[in-house]
């Protein structure tokens, strides 16, 4: 039997985290499809933040990138819900905002 070294161990439970935030991720995407506007971005800010506290001060608060509108103001039109929710995912993954 062979020892699989620490980095292979890490290696094979980093893809197994990650293959179980992929399923988390589509299991969101297919319930974000039959929401819409304000209920969209509020799920989506929900599962960004994992705090309902942090995700009701986001839709809540005045964004640059929204023309200054909150996202639950700038989710009213398919423009807007569209923009609150590319902030979003950019808020996700860590991308600069």
Do not use: C
């Amino acid at each position: 039997m062979t020892k699989h070294s620490d980095t292979e161990d890490e290696f094979w439970a980093s893809g197994k985290r990650l293959a179980r935030l992929a399923d988390q991720q589509g299991r969101l995407l297919d319930t974000l499809q039959h929401l819409t506007g304000p209920e969209r971005i509020a799920a989506l800010a929900r599962y960004v933040w994992d705090s309902g506290a942090d995700a009701e001060t986001f839709l809540k608060s005045p964004h640059p990138l929204l023309d200054g509108r909150t996202p639950l103001e700038a989710a009213t039109t398919q423009l807007g819900a569209q923009r609150a929710e590319n902030l979003l995912w950019r808020l996700f993954f860590g991308n600069a905002v």
